[in-house]
């Protein structure tokens, strides 16, 4: 299994320099890459899904505007085809691999895990399945639900904690951004990760 391509075109680093990410260290530390220009995966940023070191699936997220997407009625984000997968993407978590210790922040989308840079992992939504759920209870203690700052999403999270509790791992629900004025990781400085980081105790 290979990812479409193992480098950004111009557009692509353009997209993500826009969002303050670097492109480079975002290829040397989580391996994402650009879709390319033409194919299944053009003008998508490319974020790849391993489990112990293996590639099992990907997920693409667009680089063009919320009009164009809207007008050629293309999806923000697309997941690869499970029968193409080595694992449903949904069974599993971006960045997984890369957390150590006993305690993860838990978002809602790959680049919240981004922007936190850190021991975060997300779950492409704001749903969870029990393969994921069982997935947590065998890496870690704790875990801070990390979701947007809206009503819904907060419901979700307070939602996933009870279940997430009810199996012996210790949660806490954290609205984090509305103390900013913000709606998601997305939206935050550097600064104020860094004090999200410093207030949950966690790198």
């Known amino acids: ?8 075109t111009p557009a692509e680093r353009k997209y993500l320099k826009s969002r303050g990410f670097s492109p480079k260290y975002l290829n040397e530390k989580y391996n994402i890459v650009g ?6 995966w053009k003008f998508r940023i490319i974020i790849p899904v391993y489990f ?12 063009l505007s919320k009009e164009k997407l809207k007008q050629l009625e293309i999806p923000r984000y ?4 499970i029968e193409k997968s080595v694992k449903n993407i949904k069974e599993l978590f971006f960045n ?9 922040v838990l978002t809602e989308g790959a680049f919240d895990v981004l922007r936190f840079d850190g021991n975060a992992i997300c779950s492409m939504g704001t749903e969870l399945t029990e393969g994921q759920i069982a997935l947590l209870a065998e890496r870690f203690e704790k875990i801070f639900i990390l979701f947007d ?3 819904e999403a907060q419901e979700k999270a307070r939602k996933f904690g009870l279940q997430i509790s009810a199996i012996g791992i210790e ?9 900013f004025g913000k709606n998601d990781m997305g939206e935050c400085s ?14």
């Open 1 to 8: 299994m290979e990812l479409p391509t193992d480098t950004f």
């Open 35 to 40: 879709g390319g220009i033409s194919g299944d």
């Open 52 to 63: 112990n070191g293996k590639l099992m699936s990907w997920t693409g997220r667009s680089i």
């Open 78 to 81: 697309k997941n690869l085809a």
């Open 96 to 104: 997984l691999d890369n957390c150590k210790g006993k305690e993860v």
């Open 149 to 151: 700052n809206e009503p």
């Open 171 to 179: 949660v806490e629900v954290v609205d984090a951004f509305s103390d």
């Open 190 to 203: 550097e600064p104020e990760i860094e004090l999200i980081k410093k207030e949950l105790k966690i790198k």
